[in-house]
């Protein structure tokens, strides 16, 4: 329902009735929607996590006292979610928490292990035998910058690669990235 979706929370139906009149062959629909207040953001809360709430701000789309968007929460979930620093995330609007026409909005993190290792081993027609592995570090600190190493051994590559992320100010669209690399 769009009215929900922009702040009306309370938004419903009073009335949704269809007539239909077979031998003049018409249709009659009749909708009445009682938006009731609309609502806005209140704060947002986060749960217990090695990264920083003042970090972890920089990820909302919206901003408290603003209208209620369903919208926006569900952004905030799928970016938070592709971070790479959660196992999961839940983000719920604490309807039961309104005051004034403001919406708490609570956020449930569960991190991820720190540190995440792969390790691979093959075959090339052209390298023979190779080793291919490397750690990334979901976190390096309370700010959200991450660490990734590679590496590829073989009968003609030496590779070692490192990058170190850094991210900017709205973490799901801006990174800065320094890179490093051996290569024989």
């Known amino acids: 329902?769009?009215?929900?979706?922009r702040g009306y929370i309370q938004a419903k139906y009073t009335l949704d009735q269809v007539t239909v009149n077979l031998p003049k062959r018409t249709c009659k629909v009749a909708f009445t929607l009682e938006t009731g207040p609309r609502f806005y953001f209140g704060p947002t809360h986060f749960s217990r996590s090695p990264l920083s709430d003042v970090f972890l701000k920089r990820y909302l789309t919206y901003k408290q006292g603003k209208p209620f968007?369903?919208?926006?929460?569900?952004?905030?979930?799928?970016?938070?979610?592709?971070a790479g620093y959660f196992e999961s995330v839940s983000v719920l609007p604490e309807l039961?928490?309104?005051?004034?026409?403001?919406?708490?909005?609570q956020v449930d993190l569960t991190k991820a292990?720190?540190?995440?290792y792969q390790i691979g081993l093959g075959f090339g027609t052209v390298s023979g035998p190779r080793v291919t592995g490397g750690v990334k570090w979901r976190w390096m600190n309370a700010y959200g910058h991450h660490f990734n190493t590679n590496f590829t051994f073989s009968q003609i590559d030496r590779n070692l690669e490192a990058q170190y992320v850094i991210p900017g100010s709205n973490p799901a669209k801006n990174n800065y990235f320094i890179n490093a690399g051996i290569y024989t």
């Open 1 to 5: 329902l769009v009215a929900q979706k």
């Open 69 to 82: 968007s369903s919208n926006k929460l569900s952004r905030l979930q799928d970016d938070l979610g592709g």
């Open 96 to 105: 039961k928490k309104i005051k004034g026409n403001q919406v708490p909005v």
């Open 113 to 116: 292990k720190r540190q995440r």
